[in-house]
């Protein structure tokens, strides 16, 4: 029997991760799973991971699905948004794909779920609805999806300093 670095090294690779950093909150779900079921096979692995991302990314959908309404007045409905979507190719291994339009989720992290769902409605309110999502105040430009001490942020590129975040994407999350 192997130690959890090792265990958790072997499951990386099955996912497509090892040797990338880990957002602290993955690493210790993975402490967690480990510690709840030893050694989980890797195909049983790979299920969960996908599965926990594939759930974060529904949850992340209603984060970002509500601050568009309560921006825009619109909906992020209709038969032209592709909703979080799980794919998986046999060829390519155990771990699936979760996408919404064409920002891809895969890491169970939820900044990173955050983000990239944010940018896939942002495509979908864009094209479906022909408006800029989210607007910056200040420089009446569209945000873009960036990153902030590990939370999924609003950044305006406008303004003398070159740029400026916003607002955290969900709300309930503090910069």
């Known amino acids: 029997m192997s130690n959890f670095s090792d265990w958790q090294n072997r499951m990386l690779r099955a996912v497509w991760r090892h040797g990338e950093p880990l957002p602290e909150t993955v690493t210790a779900w993975m402490s967690e799973l480990y510690g709840g079921y030893g050694e989980m096979p890797e195909a049983k692995f790979c299920e969960s991971w996908t599965a926990r991302t594939f759930s974060m990314s529904r949850s992340a959908l209603e984060v970002v699905s509500r601050s568009v309404e309560e921006d825009t007045g619109k909906a992020v409905t209709g038969d032209e948004v592709c909703y979080v979507d799980y794919l998986r190719d046999p ?6 794909v979760v996408r919404i339009k064409s920002a891809e989720v895969s890491m169970p992290d939820w900044a990173e779920v ?52 916003v607002r955290a994407i969900d709300p309930a999350d503090q910069l």
């Open 91 to 96: 060829d390519l291994g155990p771990v699936g």
């Open 114 to 165: 955050l983000g990239a769902v944010a940018e896939g409605v942002q495509e979908f309110v864009m094209s479906h609805h022909r408006v800029a999502w989210p607007v910056c105040d200040q420089h009446g430009r569209g945000l873009h999806v960036t990153y902030f001490h590990e939370t999924a942020v609003c950044e305006c590129t406008g303004g003398t300093a070159g740029g400026h975040v």
